[in-house]
């Protein structure tokens, strides 16, 4: 399989790296991309930047420039489920925008006009995850151009009560996945709760938090 990955951070990409074989960078613009092989596996992976907007100049060159069979995001997330832990890993079943409010016009909060409110990951990739993983949470997961701490946290949590996590690309590469007919899958690993210590624990957690979602792709990839 050609695999599209996306990563927002150098700090949450460094095991896939390692992993790769036959590396060669490319840069297009600002964009670091690293093509590999992994087994028999061609891997593009991409660091795409913070946030919502990066995410998805990034994923639309991923697939422009280099046609994946499917498109990865993999990095870290704030706990918004009280039963996560810093370390666990979190499979995105749907994604949704919590960081949208188009409600005046009739729409959901979180729904953008002409796009669903939740982005739905494709279903087989979903049901191989969840598989590879007895610890993994299956759910939602929220994204927006916002490092979620205790006082937004209520807000977020009022809209999406379910949400498992929130992070701020999933939501982004797949409403763009989406567009183009790619089929998708939102990784991430908790670094943080989401509270007040989430901006010191995100540092301290970040690479932790990154390898247990990588090493859940690279699971996945072992085994395909
Ligand atoms: N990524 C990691 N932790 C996060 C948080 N608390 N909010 C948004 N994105 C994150």
Redesign the pocket.
């Known amino acids: 399989m050609k695999i599209g990955i996306i990563t927002p951070m150098p700090e949450e990409k460094g095991s896939l790296v390692a992993a790769l074989d036959n590396k060669q960078t490319v840069l297009i613009v600002d964009m670091e991309i690293i093509l590999g092989d992994y087994g028999h596996h061609q891997v593009i992976l991409m660091e795409s930047g913070i946030g919502k907007v990066a995410a998805a100049t990034a994923t639309t060159v991923l697939i422009q420039q280099y046609h994946p069979d499917a498109i990865i995001n993999t990095g870290?997330?704030?706990a918004l489920d009280p039963q996560l832990q810093i370390g666990d890993t979190v499979i995105g079943r749907q994604l949704a925008y919590s960081d949208v409010d188009v409600t005046v016009f009739g729409y959901d909060y979180g729904q953008l006009p002409g796009q669903p409110t939740y982005f739905e990951a494709d279903q087989m990739l979903v049901k191989t995850f969840s598989k590879l993983t007895t610890t993994g949470s299956v759910g939602l997961i929220v994204s927006g151009d916002?490092?979620?701490?205790q006082s937004q946290k209520a807000e977020i949590k009022k809209h999406f009560p379910q949400a498992l996590v929130?992070?701020?690309e999933g939501a982004a590469v797949a409403q763009v996945a989406e567009r183009f007919n790619i089929p998708f899958i939102i990784l991430r690993g908790v670094?943080?709760l989401?509270n007040g210590d989430?901006g010191i624990d995100?540092d301290e957690y970040v690479v932790e938090a990154g390898r247990a979602s990588a090493q859940l792709l690279l699971t996945f990839l072992d085994q395909q």
């Open positions: 870290s997330a704030g916002q490092f979620v701490q929130a992070e701020m670094s943080d989401a989430s995100f």
